[in-house]
Every structure is written in structure tokens, then in C-alpha cells.
């Protein structure tokens, strides 16, 4: 490296590895950061923190992994801890450090390690799709000490799509599965058509603090639809040992399971070799099992691994229907993460989707490569993240029902209101109630534990609508109404302060005011 190397810094903060990668001002070529003892290939760290309490010397990355199989490292050890931060549902329990000071420490002592040569003007954060907003929230005030002018977020998928030179304009599906978690996401990246392409939303422009600007809309990238749950790679190590050993929690063998699991994700794998691995028992000795393509396969589908993702699949691509999205419309399908490598998923997906082709980049690198593309000053698409809907009646049946107004995976501040005419359900009737409800913010997918351990169930259930803990607008007509006569127009629309509002018309147009019935969050 040069003396003095000014330039942008990406930095992907994974569940299971961390990507840091830098481009220089006047550089096309990208350099993978290597930092001793804390990376464990170029640009690559485990994230992982050892912390033993204050007064002790915190380990991060290899440093941290190379004690993970010490004396209480179940207390000690911290992994895995991406994913609950901004997630309020979840907790790590038994731990010295809660998530979000595991996040906290692994950032901090990786930029204080960051090479001395390199002048960083920029950096290019990244953030995951199903805890954008508090997430982003975390990195915010994280980032308030850092002596950088330039600070920008990007969230997963779309990094990853950009990542790979596809067409500007372009829609996609993106499969990620990582170590702990799935993601499933179809995005539309902006472009084409003389248009510019899409880039990061700034956190920080010219040292100054622009998170809390709501309109910093320059060009954005759309998600379309988005699914995903909390099964990832190191569910597959768990199912792994315990196909041979049930119930054992040795976190030695959960290392062991994974190096195999790597090996037979490998693409020139044959499915007739089989491969010993070494685990330990209960009672502290080493036992020896052969393990192939084929059990590997065998495990996964006995774990209903593949009927999850077919459940995935199916609500992505039926939102995606939703907002005029349809398979034929897809560009390509992008792989990302270790787990997309299996050969059995990559078959899954080809079985299921087929006639698009499916694009491959590098697993590890491909997100924080296609955040160094994507230059700061736009802010992505804000995204329901869960579906609106409001409670109407069934004369017919003679009960109620809920109808969705906004369908989660839209984009707002919305452009066009949703419109909705109300008919009278009784005779005479001259007020009309707005009682509103909301899907939950995470489908449930029915993940069960026996035994300690993870299983999927094979048939998931369906989405709830849970009615808002708020009091319901009444509307009052001046005149009297006619069952099932048209009565009432609304107008449904959500604005920049993220609340939904609703304009309301008697049937003859008449303004009969604009209210705020809550926000969305």
C-alpha cells in the first residue's frame, strides 16, 4: 500500500464473518483489509468477541475464535450476535455482554486496528433487511465519535445485486443464507434508461449528522418483496451432530460439523466419497462416523430444510405478485452467503425457479463489494414491514373481516392514496368506525426445538392481524344511509412522519376532513 491511502471503507458486518474492504480515490481495484490476529483470510474476520469481564484484554476474530473451546467460553464466547441487534423479540442469554455491546466492542477494536496507512474519507456501512430501522439506529449512534466525514448504510440484498454488474434497471431475487439467518429479497435497482444508478442513504455528509433528514430522496433502489427467518448455517452444524450424536451441545463439534459442511458444499464434491469426522461424546471421548453428500442431503430434508424454503419462496414471490412483480420479470437469481453454496439448495432453487439464471458471485466478499459501488447521498425506499389493513363487515356472513390497505414490503411515504368506498351495513346508519390492524412484523414459520435443537416444521401458518391498541375514528354522515348503500369514500395514504392518514368524502365528494390514525411503527 501507499503511504498515505485515501479512499472508502466497506464494512459488512456479518452474523458469522465480517467483510472489510477498501477502494482508493483514484482506484478501481479492491483491496481485502488483512489485520493480524483479527482477520482469518484477506478481508475477512470471524465475528466473534472474548470478553471475560473489565480489566481484561477483549479478543475479537481470530484472536476470539482461537478461545472459543476454553473454560467458559458459554459465558465468555460471543457470537451470533448481529442478528439481535435491533431486534427486540430476541435476547442472548448466559452472556457477559448483551448484543449490542458485542457489536459495540467488535467495532470498536476493529477500527482501532484498522492499518495506520489508510486514510478513510468514506465508509460504507451495511445493514439487514428485517431490522433496517433499528439497526440502523445502532449504527447511527455507534458512528457519532468516528473521525469520518462520510458515513452511508445500505441494506443487504440490494448491496449484493449491485454487487455483480447487473443490468441498471433490473429486477432480482435474492437468496442469502448466512450462519444464523435467511433472507429472501426481490429488489428493483434504479437505472437504465439514462437514469442514474442507486446508492447509499447518508448517515453523515461533510461531518455533519444527516440521519435524522426524512428527505434525502435522490435516486432509489425499490425492494419489492422480502421473507426470511432465523435459520441459518449454524443450524445446519447443530442438525449435523445431532444426526449422530443426539442432543450433544459440545461446541467443539459444532466446529467439526461446519469445516464438513463447507467441504460438501463444494462444487466438484463426488456423491459416493464419504468423509470421517470426529466428534465428541458426552463423556468427553472422540468418536468416529462417516458422513457423505448423500447423509448431508438426508439430514437437510429430514430437518425440513427445503419445505421451509419453499415456504419462503412462496410468500416472496406472492408479495412480489402483489406489487406487479412477476417470476417472468426477473433478471437473474443472486446466491449469497455460505449456505446458497450447498448443492442441494443451489438444485432447490433451480428445480423451483427455472429458466433464470442464477449468478453465483463469491460468498463472503459480494455484499461489501457492492457497497464500495454504491456512492453516498440517496436514501433507499423506506419499507412496511408489516401489512395494514382495516376491519370492515360481512353482511353476507354477518361478521367481520380485515382488508388490506397496504401490503407489507410497500414502499412509503406512499405516492397514490388507497382508495375505499364504504357501504352502509344497516338501515339508517350515519356513523361509520375505522378500526385498523396490522400483520405481525415476523411471520411465524413454526420453528420448534426438541431437545434444545432447532426443527422446522412441514406446513407454516398463516399471517395474523392484530387490531391497533388505539381508539377507532368515528365518522358521522349528515345524512342517513341505505344498507349496503355506497357512503363513505377513504382515502388512505402514509406520510413522511411514518403515519397513516385518512382523508374522508360522503359519497358526493364533500370534504369531511383528514385525520391521523397512528404511526406505523
Same mark, same amino acid.
Given at each position: 500500500?501507499?503511504?498515505?491511502?485515501a479512499?472508502?471503507?466497506?464494512?459488512?458486518?456479518? !452474523?458469522? !464473518?465480517?467483510?472489510?474492504?477498501?477502494?482508493?480515490?483514484?482506484?478501481?481495484?479492491?483491496?481485502?483489509? &488483512?489485520?493480524?490476529?483479527?482477520?482469518?483470510?484477506?478481508?475477512?474476520?470471524?465475528?466473534?468477541?472474548?470478553?471475560?469481564?473489565?480489566?481484561?484484554?477483549?479478543?475479537?476474530?481470530?484472536?476470539?475464535?482461537?478461545?472459543?473451546?476454553?473454560?467458559?467460553?458459554?459465558?465468555?464466547?460471543?457470537?451470533?450476535?448481529?442478528?439481535?441487534? /435491533?431486534?427486540?423479540?430476541?435476547?442472548?442469554?448466559?452472556?457477559?455482554?448483551?448484543?449490542?455491546?458485542?457489536?459495540?466492542?467488535?467495532?470498536?477494536?476493529?477500527?482501532?486496528?484498522?492499518?495506520?496507512?489508510?486514510?478513510?474519507?468514506?465508509?460504507?456501512?451495511?445493514?439487514?433487511?428485517?431490522?433496517?430501522?433499528?439497526?440502523?439506529?445502532?449504527?447511527?449512534?455507534?458512528?457519532v465519535?468516528?473521525?469520518?466525514?462520510?458515513?452511508?448504510?445500505?441494506?443487504?440484498?440490494?448491496?449484493?445485486?449491485?454487487?455483480?454488474?447487473?443490468?441498471?434497471?433490473?429486477?432480482?431475487?435474492?437468496?442469502?443464507?448466512?450462519?444464523s439467518?435467511?433472507?429472501?429479497?426481490?429488489?428493483?435497482?434504479? /437505472?437504465?434508461?439514462?437514469?442514474?444508478?442507486?446508492?447509499?442513504?447518508?448517515?453523515?455528509?461533510?461531518?455533519?449528522?444527516?440521519?435524522?433528514?426524512?428527505?434525502?430522496?435522490?435516486?432509489?433502489?425499490?425492494?419489492?418483496?422480502?421473507?426470511?427467518?432465523?435459520? /441459518? /448455517?449454524?443450524?445446519?452444524?447443530?442438525?449435523?451432530? !445431532?444426526?449422530?450424536?443426539?442432543?450433544n451441545?459440545?461446541?467443539? !463439534?459444532?466446529?467439526?460439523?461446519?469445516?464438513?459442511?463447507?467441504?460438501?458444499?463444494?462444487?466438484?464434491?463426488?456423491?459416493?466419497?464419504?468423509?470421517?469426522?470426529t466428534?465428541?461424546?458426552s463423556?468427553?471421548?472422540?468418536?468416529?462416523?462417516?458422513?457423505?453428500?448423500?447423509?448431508?442431503?438426508?439430514?437437510?430434508i429430514?430437518?425440513?430444510?427445503?419445505?421451509h424454503?419453499?415456504?419462503?419462496?412462496?410468500?416472496?414471490?406472492?408479495?412480489?405478485?402483489?406489487?406487479?412483480?412477476?417470476?417472468?420479470?426477473?433478471?437473474?437469481?443472486?446466491?449469497?452467503?455460505?449456505?446458497?453454496?450447498?448443492?442441494?439448495?443451489?438444485?432447490?432453487?433451480?428445480?423451483?425457479?427455472s429458466?433464470? =439464471?442464477?449468478?453465483?458471485?463469491?460468498?463472503? &466478499?459480494?455484499?461489501?463489494?457492492?457497497?464500495?459501488a454504491?456512492?453516498?447521498?440517496?436514501?433507499?425506499?423506506?419499507?412496511?414491514?408489516?401489512?395494514?389493513?382495516?376491519?370492515?363487515?360481512?353482511?353476507?356472513?354477518?361478521?367481520?373481516?380485515?382488508?388490506?390497505?397496504?401490503?407489507?414490503? =410497500?414502499?412509503?411515504?406512499?405516492?397514490?392514496?388507497?382508495?375505499?368506498?364504504?357501504?352502509?351495513?344497516?338501515?339508517?346508519?350515519?356513523?361509520?368506525?375505522i378500526?385498523?390492524?396490522?400483520?405481525?412484523?415476523?411471520?411465524?414459520?413454526?420453528?420448534?426445538?426438541?431437545?434444545?435443537?432447532?426443527?422446522?416444521?412441514?406446513?407454516?401458518?398463516?399471517?395474523?392481524?392484530?387490531?391497533?391498541?388505539?381508539?377507532?375514528?368515528?365518522?358521522?354522515?349528515?345524512?342517513?344511509?341505505?344498507?349496503?348503500?355506497?357512503?363513505?369514500?377513504?382515502?388512505?395514504?402514509?406520510?413522511?412522519?411514518?403515519?397513516?392518514?385518512?382523508?374522508?368524502?360522503?359519497?358526493?365528494?364533500?370534504?369531511?376532513?383528514?385525520?391521523?390514525?397512528?404511526?406505523?411503527?
Open positions: 500500500m501507499k503511504d498515505k491511502f479512499g472508502t471503507l466497506a464494512l459488512d458486518l456479518g !452474523n458469522t !464473518n465480517t467483510v472489510i474492504v477498501f477502494q482508493g480515490e483514484a482506484d478501481k481495484d479492491l483491496v481485502l483489509i &488483512e489485520i493480524p490476529g483479527i482477520t482469518i483470510s484477506p478481508g475477512v474476520v470471524p465475528t466473534a468477541v472474548w470478553f471475560e469481564g473489565q480489566g481484561n484484554i477483549t479478543k475479537i476474530g481470530l484472536s476470539a475464535l482461537k478461545k472459543k473451546n476454553f473454560s467458559h467460553s458459554e459465558i465468555y464466547f460471543h457470537s451470533n450476535f448481529k442478528r439481535l441487534i /435491533g431486534n427486540s423479540f430476541e435476547s442472548q442469554k448466559n452472556k457477559v455482554l448483551s448484543p449490542i455491546e458485542s457489536g459495540e466492542k467488535f467495532f470498536k477494536i476493529l477500527w482501532e486496528n484498522m492499518p495506520k496507512e489508510l486514510d478513510i474519507k468514506r465508509l460504507v456501512l451495511t445493514a439487514p433487511i428485517d431490522t433496517y430501522k433499528g439497526y440502523r439506529k445502532w449504527l447511527t449512534n455507534l458512528c465519535d468516528l473521525p469520518v466525514n462520510e458515513i452511508a448504510i445500505v441494506d443487504e440484498p440490494t448491496a449484493a445485486g449491485i454487487g455483480i454488474n447487473i443490468p441498471l434497471g433490473s429486477k432480482i431475487l435474492v437468496i442469502d443464507i448466512g450462519g439467518t435467511t433472507d429472501m429479497s426481490v429488489i428493483k435497482t434504479q /437505472g437504465g434508461e439514462g437514469k442514474s444508478a442507486p446508492i447509499a442513504e447518508l448517515l453523515r455528509f461533510q461531518g455533519k449528522d444527516v440521519s435524522s433528514i426524512s428527505k434525502q430522496k435522490v435516486r432509489c433502489a425499490e425492494i419489492i418483496s422480502k421473507s426470511g427467518s432465523k435459520i /441459518g /448455517g449454524q443450524d445446519i452444524d447443530q442438525w449435523i451432530v !445431532n444426526y449422530f450424536l443426539p442432543s451441545q459440545d461446541e467443539r !463439534n459444532l466446529s467439526v460439523a461446519e469445516k464438513l459442511k463447507c467441504k460438501l458444499s463444494g462444487p466438484k464434491i463426488q456423491s459416493e466419497r464419504s468423509y470421517l469426522i466428534l465428541f461424546t463423556g468427553n471421548e472422540e468418536k468416529e462416523f462417516l458422513m457423505s453428500k448423500e447423509i448431508f442431503e438426508k439430514i437437510l429430514e430437518n425440513n430444510l427445503i419445505n424454503l419453499n415456504a419462503l419462496l412462496k410468500d416472496l414471490l406472492n408479495e412480489a405478485r402483489g406489487n406487479f412483480c412477476n417470476v417472468d420479470d426477473l433478471n437473474s437469481i443472486i446466491l449469497v452467503g455460505g449456505g446458497t453454496q450447498i448443492p442441494l439448495i443451489k438444485g432447490w432453487i433451480s428445480n423451483e425457479i429458466g433464470i =439464471q442464477i449468478k453465483s458471485p463469491p460468498p463472503i &466478499e459480494s455484499v461489501a463489494v457492492g457497497a464500495l454504491m456512492t453516498p447521498g440517496v436514501k433507499i425506499k423506506d419499507i412496511l414491514i408489516k401489512g395494514i389493513s382495516i376491519r370492515l363487515f360481512n353482511k353476507r356472513e354477518q361478521k367481520h373481516f380485515w382488508h388490506p390497505i397496504f401490503f407489507k414490503g =410497500q414502499t412509503w411515504p406512499t405516492e397514490k392514496p388507497f382508495k375505499l368506498i364504504l357501504q352502509a351495513s344497516k338501515e339508517g346508519q350515519n356513523i361509520f368506525e378500526i385498523i390492524g396490522e400483520t405481525k412484523t415476523k411471520r411465524d414459520f413454526d420453528i420448534v426445538f426438541e431437545n434444545g435443537l432447532p426443527k422446522l416444521s412441514e406446513f407454516q401458518n398463516e399471517e395474523e392481524v392484530l387490531k391497533w391498541n388505539k381508539k377507532p375514528l368515528k365518522i358521522s354522515l349528515k345524512n342517513s344511509c341505505k344498507i349496503g348503500e355506497d357512503s363513505l369514500i377513504l382515502l388512505f395514504s402514509i406520510k413522511n412522519d411514518s403515519s397513516l392518514y385518512v382523508r374522508c368524502l360522503d359519497i358526493n365528494e364533500k370534504e369531511l376532513g383528514e385525520f391521523n390514525l397512528g404511526n406505523i411503527f
